[in-house]
């Protein structure tokens, strides 16, 4: 083998690694873009599901907190019938108005 054809040998294998090289590396990338794609929806799934359960439990605190809300308003009712019942009895006792 003579100069001309070692360097035709040479640069035959370097194309050729060259050309390996991009090959793997394309595929590379398009693995990588697929598993992060796929990482991405599952994350958004788990969000979704995430922010469904929340506003659920947000919606079941809302409905306990307006039962006691109307329980309280239930016992302001009873108190302020009671306020009447000890200011007619200190009037009839007493013979005093008190307001």
Do not use: P, Y
Not at 65 to 70: K, L, R, S, W, Y
Request: no cysteine.
């Amino acid at each position: 083998m003579d100069g001309a054809q070692v360097w035709t040998m040479i640069g035959a294998f370097t194309a050729l690694m060259m050309g390996m090289l991009t090959v793997v590396s394309t595929l590379f990338i398009r693995v990588l873009r697929s598993e992060i794609g796929g990482l991405r929806n599952e994350m958004n799934g788990q969000l979704g599901g995430l922010r469904n359960e929340m506003t659920a439990r947000f919606d079941a605190v809302n409905t306990r907190f307006d039962a006691v809300g109307t329980r309280i308003d239930g016992v302001n009712a009873r108190i302020d019938g009671l306020d009447r019942d000890v200011q007619a009895l200190v009037k009839r006792t007493f013979g005093l108005d008190r307001e």
